[in-house]
Structures are given as structure tokens and as C-alpha cells.
């Protein structure tokens, strides 16, 4: 995913960031050993278009990424799913961390084969029947399309972050990260049809760093 982002990131049009937190001009500390007070960091994303609506395009998402190099953090110990019921993938659209666990039961009368060719994340589960669950770990970022070999119609998104700090926008353009160990990261976005925003921010133990973010215009 990094060189396709970088691709992306070159060709970005200007985009307007506003961070209101204190200390973002200090220089980078290390992340905070473990055990220490963790933080937070909030805000809006809101489209620098007339007459655009965030809501009409589709999910966005807001994670935190390392400044340099990768961070290393354990995935969450949590297994979301994506069923296959009534020839659809329900959610159609789901958001976890790299190395993430995601069960993908079938919960249908007929059969399903689930696969994907995005790069790093290719998979093939096999045709099972209804009552059965594969269980996949994606360990690369980015956005993995999945489909259904038989069912032409049956397609959903899962939108790996390099990390477990993340946040899915809301219609009105919210967001809120909690639990972030204390350090200096990179906050980005994504959504299929806008541009990537992204700019360093400090997260400070026990307090809340509010960003506000502001992405476009579009080419």
C-alpha cells in the first residue's frame, strides 16, 4: 500500500489542516513506555468543496500511522466478522488493524466463495456452506476488496490501518481516538474517492489533542 499512497500523496492538491492541541511544536518525544497514561485525539474532517457532503462518499476513515519507519503494536485481541446473508456481505464495510483476526462465517441457505486480488491481502477461502466460518488475518495496510466467485453482486471493503488507533467518521464529520499511548505519530485518512490528508500530531498522556482537518478540492 505504501507506494500506491505515495503515488497518490504526490499528486494531492493542497489540502488545509488546522490542529489545535498544545506542544505540537515541541520536538518528537519516543512513544511512552508501556503502562504510562494513554491519550486522545478528536476532531472534524470537514470537504474544502461547495456544495460537496462528506456523508455522499462513501466511508472515511482517521488512523494514526508512524512518522517514520512502522509502528509496532499487537493487533486487538478482537474478532470482528462480515457474514454472508441473503447473497450480501453484511457489514459491507469494515475498518481493523493490521494483523487483525476477521471472521467471515456464512450465514446463507447456499454457498459462498469469498476471495480477493488486492495486492498483499490476496485470499481464497473456498466454497463452504451455510453454518461454516473461515477466519482470515490481514497483515498488510490498505484496502482490501472481497467478492464472491459465484455471486457477482456480493462485494464489501475492509480498510486495514497500520495500527490499532483508529476512528470511522461520522456523517457529521466526527471523529475520536482513544487510548493512544503518548508519542508523535501521523494522522491520515482515507475514503476511495478523496485525497489523503495527513499531518504529524503529539498525543499527550492523560490529556486530548483536537485536530481538525479540512480535505480538498478534489482534481
Not at 493487533?75 to 441473503?86: A, C, G, L
Not at 457529521?172 to 474517492?193: C, H, M, Q, S
Request: hydrophobic residues 40%; contains cysteine.
Amino acid at each position: 500500500m505504501g507506494n500506491a499512497w505515495s503515488r497518490s500523496t504526490a499528486l494531492l492538491v493542497p489540502v488545509a489542516l488546522v490542529a489545535c492541541a498544545a506542544g505540537l511544536g515541541r520536538a518528537a518525544p519516543a512513544l511512552a513506555e508501556p503502562g504510562a497514561s494513554p491519550g486522545r485525539v478528536r476532531g472534524t474532517v470537514t470537504l474544502g468543496v461547495a456544495d460537496a457532503r462528506l456523508a455522499a462518499l462513501g466511508p472515511v476513515v482517521v488512523f494514526l500511522d508512524a512518522t517514520t519507519g512502522a509502528l509496532d503494536f499487537p493487533p486487538p485481541e478482537k474478532v470482528p466478522r462480515i457474514s454472508q446473508r441473503n447473497a450480501q456481505f453484511s457489514p459491507s464495510f469494515l475498518v481493523v488493524a493490521r494483523g487483525q483476526r476477521v471472521e467471515m462465517p456464512n450465514d446463507d441457505t447456499i454457498f459462498h466463495n469469498v476471495f480477493s486480488y488486492s495486492k498483499q491481502n490476496e485470499l481464497d477461502l473456498g466454497l463452504y456452506p451455510q453454518g461454516e466460518s473461515r477466519t482470515i488475518t490481514l497483515r498488510h495496510p490498505g484496502a482490501v476488496r472481497i467478492y464472491c466467485s459465484i455471486h457477482e453482486s456480493m462485494n464489501a471493503v475492509i480498510f486495514v490501518a497500520p495500527s490499532p488507533y483508529h476512528a470511522q467518521v461520522s456523517a457529521a464529520g466526527a471523529f475520536d481516538i482513544r487510548d493512544v499511548p503518548a508519542g508523535t505519530y501521523r494522522l491520515r485518512t482515507w475514503n476511495e474517492k478523496l485525497p489523503e490528508a495527513a499531518r504529524e500530531v503529539e498525543i499527550i498522556g492523560g490529556r486530548t489533542t483536537s485536530v481538525d482537518i479540512v480535505i480538498g478540492p478534489r482534481i
